[in-house]
């Protein structure tokens, strides 16, 4: 099973901090999946895939996820989660909101 790493971005770029959870996320030793959520943000996943390490990215577009909120990210990060061994984000005060209530 692979890992599932929930990206944060402005919109149309990473933040630096996915780069971060990512090299933790490799350090598993299972195939790196990327989850970019939000709207409009295309180049944002675009950039994800040309990550190293990144076998798959998710791309959820969708005006529900525009502001960034945690409860929708969160819920599609626990409808996805059956699928991965782990999740992952990174450990800024997104990530922090999110994956509790994943």
């Not at 630096?16 to 030793?29: F, I, P, Q, R, V």
């Not at 819920?75 to 909101?97: F, I, Q």
């Amino acid at each position: 099973m692979a890992t599932l790493l929930i990206a944060e971005h402005d919109g149309s770029a990473l933040k630096e901090a996915t780069a971060k959870a990512l090299t933790a996320a490799k350090a598993l030793g299972r195939p790196v999946h990327v989850l970019v959520a939000g709207s409009g943000c295309r180049s944002a996943a675009d950039e994800a895939a040309a990550l190293d390490g990144v076998e798959k990215v998710l791309l959820a577009d969708d005006a529900s996820l525009a502001h960034g909120l945690a409860e929708p990210t969160a819920a599609l990060g626990v409808a996805l989660a059956g699928g991965y061994e782990a999740l992952v984000a990174p450990g800024t005060s997104h990530g922090k909101n999110v994956m509790p209530r994943v």
